[in-house]
């Protein structure tokens, strides 16, 4: 039986994740520590003896960067390099740009924790997980599951929220406790598929 092979990453630490503010859609880059995780990573996928036919990624730069690094530390040049905004992180609306911290202070702990972690309560103008999952998913179940059973192995690079609505259907989490799941910087989930698409087995790279 020929594994498939899936594996996630959310983006290394971004300049925006290291200022503590609300990034969204905004677009910047990688800070030197992102980049090393990025690097780590690209090692760790490589100690898997795989070779990978895909690698999708988000609009957004942080995420293009990290899956270029990621490239580079696999030595695999023949990749078809796939990205598309339907992978991009969940839109932040009036929050993007700022501090995280000032919100609370702004709006309150609770109002700020319900509009980062709610599964159906978003942030004034922004997104809901739930509406993020609703590009994600079709994307993932039309674009790159169908390669999967096609006996692919797939790199996505893409971000916390878009792999958070991912990641639920995958492990098939309640509504309620996708809000609970923390998805690190730099870190790789790697699934595996037999020849029906059925996931067989998952590990987080780095624990």
């Avoid at 895909?54 to 490239?71: D, H, M, N």
């Avoid at 599951?145 to 609505?165: E, K, Q, T, V, Y």
Wanted: glycine share 8%; hydrophobic share 35%.
């Amino acid at each position: 039986m020929k594994k498939r092979n899936l594996i996630l990453v959310r983006h290394g630490q971004s300049e925006w994740n290291e200022k503590n503010l609300f990034t969204g859609w905004e677009n910047p880059g990688l800070t030197e520590k992102g980049s090393n995780e990025a690097k780590n990573a690209g090692f760790l996928i490589n100690q898997l003896d795989i070779k990978f036919d895909y690698l999708f990624t988000s609009a957004l730069i942080r995420a293009q960067l990290t899956g270029s690094i990621i490239l580079e530390n696999l030595y695999q040049n023949n990749l078809t390099l796939i990205k598309n905004k339907a992978l991009n992180e969940r839109f932040y609306g009036d929050l993007q740009g700022l501090n995280k911290d000032e919100c609370r202070k702004k709006w309150g702990e609770e109002k700020v924790q319900m509009w980062r972690r709610s599964y159906d309560k978003g942030p004034p103008g922004g997104e809901t997980l739930k509406e993020t999952g609703e590009r994600v998913m079709p994307y993932y179940l039309d674009e790159i599951f169908p390669l999967i059973l096609d006996g692919m192995n797939i790199i996505i690079s893409a971000h916390g929220n878009s792999l958070r609505s991912l990641i639920k259907y995958l492990d098939n989490i309640s509504d309620e406790d996708i809000v609970k799941l923390e998805i690190p910087t730099g870190a790789p989930i790697h699934y595996q598929f037999d020849e029906s698409g059925k996931i067989i087995s998952k590990k987080n790279l780095i624990e």
